[in-house]
């Protein structure tokens, strides 16, 4: 797999419709780990200095609203998918008009969900969190932290929003380098708050509010101070009906589909939580370690999906097909790479957690489960990345409706009743990541998508 970076020049924007694929996915793609590697770092940082300076109880607090909280802003996050994918589109086709409409519709969207979660988490909190069996020792710490959190969700989604934007005509380093001082902040202000002012689960969902509003504030700066056509003016922000519809047709299915398959992880956590607080600690800790290779799989996913779609605006099927087999290459050697790391340190990555044992061997052994299928996972995010880059995200949405909601709701409810062992729930992912994987192919290669792209591309 041979590729060379020095011939992209230095521009902070690339473009992806030009030159060698594999340089180009691979040089987008960078920034963007190390974003989500900075994103999953500080998420790692909360749950490690709740865990050494609060103790179990708030450790596990925090680890039991990150399901509850990744259904509620899902769709939100989805529609900002939606949104990249029209803005790599119309940058592909050099559209200054459906360009500008696209970007303020995108704010719009942003401020006016991030206003909607932050009042609905507020008050659903406690009647969620309660109903998933949440352990009485641990429910308060939770309904205030994830109260809290929630308050953030305006920041949270004006961040993801604008730096879907420049990542869309293909800048991935400022994002980036707004994340590194976002974590920075982030990670001073758990030390502060957590272990010198012992505002245990307090102080760290402050941290993470004042982090995600100082994220919000540079990324919002730097677009309105842009001299680029995608420019940013407050005053323009609302929803353009131009491109509205665009945006939702790709966003509302892809938001479903995060949704539904975060209901379903809502659910598993449900079950872990009849395991006690030891199993939800160990969870947590270990949820945080394989986080990191699930942010590589995103960031590959990511740089596909732009790659499509800005092919797809200017109309270069040929390299869209040849990007196909560049991208697979390119996760299966970060996902096996990843995986061999986590496999051979995994012990000592949660003695980084805490030192309790039990703790400990929930996580090291769910992790080796899930290991055996993060390389299956990979390749159907690269399917899907194409085909949503491509503009067609309904039937991704259908796939996973199925076989990452319904058939793991199926196994976790039926083999749970049978075997009441924990490794029954762990088993629902890598058999629900196989499944996917497989009609996420089969509809990649036999869809009829390619021949609807096809008579778009010759009609355009």
């Known amino acids: 797999m041979k590729f060379s970076l020095k011939k992209i020049k230095k521009n902070e ?30 998420n790692t940082a909360d749950l490690m200095i709740v865990g050494s300076f609060a103790g179990k109880n708030a450790m596990a607090a925090v680890g039991a609203t990150g399901s509850i909280s990744n259904l509620l802003i899902s769709l ?25 409409n696209s970007v303020h519709t995108a704010y719009a969207v942003a401020i006016a969900g991030g206003v909607i ?25 939770a309904i205030t932290y994830m109260r809290i959190f929630f308050m953030g969700m305006t920041p949270l989604l004006l961040y993801n929003m604008g730096a879907g934007i420049l990542r869309s005509v293909g800048d991935s380093r400022r994002p980036f380098n707004f994340l590194v001082v976002s974590a920075i902040t982030n990670v001073a202000l758990d030390f502060l708050f957590v272990a010198f002012l012992k505002m245990s689960v307090v102080g760290v969902a402050l941290a993470t509010l004042i ?3 100082l994220s919000a504030v540079l990324v919002t700066y730097n677009l309105m101070k842009s001299e680029r056509i995608f420019k940013l003016n407050p005053a323009d922000i609302r929803f353009y009906r131009s491109v509205m519809y665009k945006i939702f047709k790709i966003g509302i299915p892809t ?13 598993i956590q449900s079950k872990i939580n009849l395991f006690g607080s030891t199993t939800i600690a160990g969870f947590a800790a270990q949820e945080r370690i394989d986080g990191f290779i699930f942010m590589s799989l995103n960031a590959v996913a990511l740089a596909v999906t732009t790659f499509a779609g800005q092919n797809v605006g200017a109309g270069k099927i040929d390299r869209l097909r040849a990007g196909v087999k560049e991208s697979l290459k390119l996760s299966l050697s970060v996902t096996i790479t990843l995986t061999i790391i986590g496999l051979l340190s995994i012990e000592k990555l949660m ?14 052994n769910a992790f080796r489960y899930f290991a055996m299928a993060y390389f299956i996972f990979g390749m ?14 309904l039937p991704p949405m259908i796939i996973s409706i199925f076989s990452m909601c319904i058939l793991r709701i199926l196994w976790i409810y039926i083999a749970l009743e ?28 036999f869809g009829k998508w390619r021949t609807k792209l096809e008579e778009q591309m010759e009609g355009a």
């Open 418 to 445: 049978i075997w009441f062992k924990i490794e029954i729930v762990v088993l629902s992912y890598p058999i629900s990541w196989t499944v996917t994987f497989i009609l996420n192919a089969l509809y990649f290669r």
């Open 211 to 213: 982090a995600q509003t």
């Open 380 to 393: 159907s995010e690269v399917f899907v990345g194409f085909v949503r880059g491509a503009g067609y995200a």
């Open 13 to 42: 924007n690339i473009n992806l419709t030009e030159g060698s694929i594999l340089s180009g996915i691979i040089y987008f793609a960078i920034p963007i780990l190390l974003s989500n590697f900075l994103q999953q770092f500080y």
């Open 76 to 100: 939100f996050l989805g529609l900002t998918t939606g949104s990249s994918v029209i803005v790599a589109q119309m940058y592909g086709q050099n559209d200054r008009e459906k360009l500008h």
């Open 255 to 267: 938001g479903i589909q995060s949704s539904v398959i975060s209901l379903s992880n809502v659910l």
């Open 117 to 141: 979660l932050s009042v609905v988490g507020y008050f659903v909190a406690p009647v969620i969190l309660g109903a998933l069996n949440t352990p009485e020792e641990i429910l308060n710490d």
């Open 351 to 364: 003695h980084i957690f805490t030192n309790d044992p039990e703790v400990v061997a929930v996580g090291v």
